[in-house]
C-alpha cells in the first residue's frame, strides 16, 4: 500500500535542467528499492535509474550518459532526479516506481508506480 506522485516537470529548452520530485505515502517509505523510468509517445518504457532503500547503491541506463543523478532523502519520503543537459529526445512522461520483485531494470517487475510528471524540451 503505496502512493507515488511524481512533480516537477514541464518545458525546458535543450540544455536546461530540472529536477523531479517523487513523493511516496503509506508505507515506511526507506524499506523500498526505488527507480526513475519514462516513457515517449509509441516507444516502450525506458528505465533511466535505481536507488537502493538506503540510498548506498546506484544504478544508471548506460543512455544517460552521465547527465541525470538519482538521490533519495528518506526523512522527507520524496525521491529525486536531477536531469542536466536536456535534449529534445528526452521529451517523455517520467515516473517513478518501488518495490521490484526481480530485476530492478524491468517495469514488469515493478509493485507500485507513480500518475507521470510530462517533461518537454524544445529545441
Known amino acids: 500500500q503505496v502512493q507515488l506522485v511524481e512533480s516537477g516537470g514541464g518545458l525546458v529548452q535543450a540544455g536546461g535542467s530540472l529536477r523531479l520530485s517523487c513523493a511516496a505515502s503509506?508505507?515506511?517509505?526507506?524499506?523500498?528499492?526505488m527507480a526513475w523510468f519514462r516513457q515517449a509517445p509509441g516507444k516502450e518504457r525506458e528505465f533511466l535509474a535505481f536507488?537502493?532503500?538506503?540510498?548506498?547503491?546506484?544504478y544508471y541506463a548506460d543512455s544517460m550518459k552521465g547527465r541525470f543523478t538519482i538521490s533519495r532523502d528518506n526523512a522527507k519520503n520524496t525521491m529525486y532526479l536531477q536531469m542536466n543537459s536536456l535534449k529534445p529526445e528526452d521529451t517523455a512522461v517520467y515516473c517513478c516506481?518501488?518495490?521490484?520483485?526481480?530485476?530492478?531494470?524491468?517495469?514488469?517487475?515493478?509493485?507500485?508506480w507513480g500518475q507521470g510528471t510530462q517533461v518537454t524540451v524544445s529545441s
Open positions: 503509506g508505507r515506511t517509505f526507506s524499506s523500498y528499492n
Open positions: 536507488i537502493r532503500w538506503d540510498g548506498g547503491n546506484r
Open positions: 516506481a518501488a518495490d521490484p520483485r526481480g530485476s530492478f531494470t524491468s517495469p514488469r517487475e515493478y509493485n507500485y
